[in-house]
DNA sequence: CCTTGATCTCAAGTTCACTTTAGGTTGAAT
DNA sequence: ATTCAACCTAAAGTGAACTTGAGATCAAGG
């Protein structure tokens, strides 16, 4: 069945388990290229499938399109990614991963040393009111950027 | 200068840290309330504070305003939080927590395990494509939820 | 040739948690 | 009485990452 080079839409979106609609949108925001068939449709290169498996795992570890559009310029053209390719943008992910599970147990220690300490009022807990001038003594608070959403709009297969 | 027991939007967003713009919407959806003034301006309890740290805290463990809504609407009233209230919902955040955690420990060590094995392709990387045919033999996906961003559309103060 | 399914474009809709805007009202001090 | 900060409402906007819808076209089999 692939004798031929090129993948069609069709091909892209059951091997990469992307909807044809998300396709449509990497290529719009230049994450991937297509050429174009006489008649205007869509055919892609194999290596597609690899840049699409790319943006996958890098979603994954919570970069944004933005930012995996800044790593896939660095992998000059469609070549194979290098061992140092490979090494370098996966100690950037690394980092990243590291950084979120260290604010998360930061989080869980605090939640801890609440229901230890009888914490009860979560009027100058540190994992919640920061401003209140009644907290004001305490410090140091322990602010965290959004996390995860249980049920994200995220289809799988 | 609090010498009467209701709060005026100024003080509630003074001693919050939240907009009253977010205020607003937190009551219209339910999470707090507002008693009006003759000429239809709010005021608040004075319990209205914690209950805003309550918000405050379960939306940086990463609960969604719904959940939220659901856990405040099992406090019954505005009493303060009994030490049972206390421990239920924080085994609950906790337990929310961990998962995250875990999680990401999952493909921080599948990214060690990519980068340890050599596997360079992303062909069948556990962290990336599953779907693709080629790939179908590794099972075991590590699926993550969507995770957190970078600089988050979330200001503080 | 005809049908059918795959694909196309473009615009608009979705979700979440708010903010911003526009224009009008209140309430406390002077 | 006047002023002016503080407050009000309703509707629309934001951003990320896509999806959905409408309506048209393409490609391949019969």
């Given at each position: 069945m692939d004798t031929?080079?090129?993948l069609t839409m069709g091909e892209v979106t059951r091997r990469s388990g992307y909807a044809?609609?998300?396709v449509r949108y990497y290529e719009s925001q230049g994450l991937i290229q297509a050429r174009r068939s006489a008649g205007g449709q869509r055919t892609f290169e194999r290596s597609v499938l690899?840049?699409?498996a790319f943006i996958r795992a890098a979603a994954n570890v919570g970069l944004s399109l933005d930012e995996i559009k800044a790593e896939l310029d660095c992998l000059p053209g469609d070549r194979t990614p290098t061992k140092a390719d490979w090494a370098r943008m996966s100690k950037h992910w690394r980092r990243r991963l590291e950084e979120q599970i260290h604010a998360l147990e930061r989080?869980?220690?605090?939640l801890d040393s609440c229901i230890g300490c009888g914490c009860l009022s979560l009027q100058r807990c540190r994992i919640s009111n920061?401003?209140?001038?009644?907290a004001a003594q305490s410090a140091g608070a322990a602010y965290l950027p959004k996390v995860l959403r249980r049920d994200p709009?995220?289809?799988r297969a």
């Amino acid at each position: 069945m692939d004798t031929h080079d090129l993948l069609t839409m069709g091909e892209v979106t059951r091997r990469s388990g992307y909807a044809a609609s998300a396709v449509r949108y990497y290529e719009s925001q230049g994450l991937i290229q297509a050429r174009r068939s006489a008649g205007g449709q869509r055919t892609f290169e194999r290596s597609v499938l690899r840049r699409l498996a790319f943006i996958r795992a890098a979603a994954n570890v919570g970069l944004s399109l933005d930012e995996i559009k800044a790593e896939l310029d660095c992998l000059p053209g469609d070549r194979t990614p290098t061992k140092a390719d490979w090494a370098r943008m996966s100690k950037h992910w690394r980092r990243r991963l590291e950084e979120q599970i260290h604010a998360l147990e930061r989080l869980r220690d605090n939640l801890d040393s609440c229901i230890g300490c009888g914490c009860l009022s979560l009027q100058r807990c540190r994992i919640s009111n920061p401003n209140d001038a009644a907290a004001a003594q305490s410090a140091g608070a322990a602010y965290l950027p959004k996390v995860l959403r249980r049920d994200p709009p995220r289809r799988r297969a």
